[in-house]
């Protein structure tokens, strides 16, 4: 399968662990135009009835997510991209990016939110409800 022609683009993809600001930094800088954020847990909390565990719908989250990014990759008005979700390893990313289009163009950065652990683990606990991310995740 061949690569598509495009224009240049940018896909942001968060490295880090929960609480480490990965969310709160691409609601900023997603605000530009030209820009979006695809984030996993967005869709995931869109599709969780409150009596639901966090993981219940994992495979149709993992799903719309690449559905969003992939048609962010091919969305001319798009340049900007922000993956939010940990991508804590190796594995985690190429699970990621095997499964987007394969695009001329496209420059893949990975942004690293290297935290204190103790200092994550307390912000996480300062969220509320389902925005709270289970330990062991």
């Not at 996993?40 to 009835?49: G, K, N, S, T």
């Not at 219940?56 to 990759?73: C, M, S, T, W």
Request: with cysteine; aromatic share 10%; proline share 2%.
């Amino acid at each position: 399968m061949g690569c598509i022609r495009m224009s240049a683009k940018n896909l942001w993809i968060m490295c880090g662990i929960p609480g480490s600001g990965k969310s709160t930094w691409c609601s900023k800088v997603a605000k530009k135009p030209g820009a979006i954020r695809v984030s996993r847990d967005v869709i995931r909390f869109a599709m969780l009835e409150d009596d639901e565990d966090y993981f219940a719908h994992e495979f149709d989250v993992f799903r719309e997510f690449i559905k969003q990014i992939n048609d962010g990759l091919v969305d001319e008005k798009v340049e900007d991209i922000f993956v939010d979700a940990t991508h804590l390893n190796e594995k985690s990313r190429n699970k990621l990016l095997d499964r987007l289009k394969k695009l001329d163009g496209v420059t893949i950065n990975a942004v690293n939110f290297l935290i204190d652990f103790d200092l994550a683990w307390e912000r996480n606990n300062l969220r509320e409800g389902r925005s709270v991310v289970p330990y062991g995740v």
